[in-house]
């Protein structure tokens, strides 16, 4: 497999929000073939996305529906349980 994709940052911020979903899903994506380790995909995609300038929210809503036994996926159950109470 090639190199992953990389977005200029200042476009990123500039992007609207389906957009940058979109470009999201893409990057994710490549993590998901890239490595065979789901944790690793999941974290070093996570990180990727903040270094290129993606929100977090979004970040984790795309990481919880590509990995939804991972660290973003359980994440958004707990702010979600918490926020119920």
Request: proline residues 4%; positive net charge.
């Amino acid at each position: 497999m090639g190199k992953i994709i990389r977005f200029d940052r200042e476009e990123v911020k500039k992007l609207p929000v389906s957009e940058q979903l979109f470009k999201l899903r893409l990057l994710a994506d490549q993590f998901q073939r890239k490595f065979s380790i789901p944790g690793l995909a999941e974290t070093s995609f996570i990180t990727t996305a903040h270094l290129e300038g993606f929100q977090t929210e979004y970040v984790h809503e795309v990481a919880a529906s590509f990995w939804p036994n991972g660290y973003a996926a359980r994440r958004m159950k707990t702010v979600m349980y918490c926020a119920v109470e």
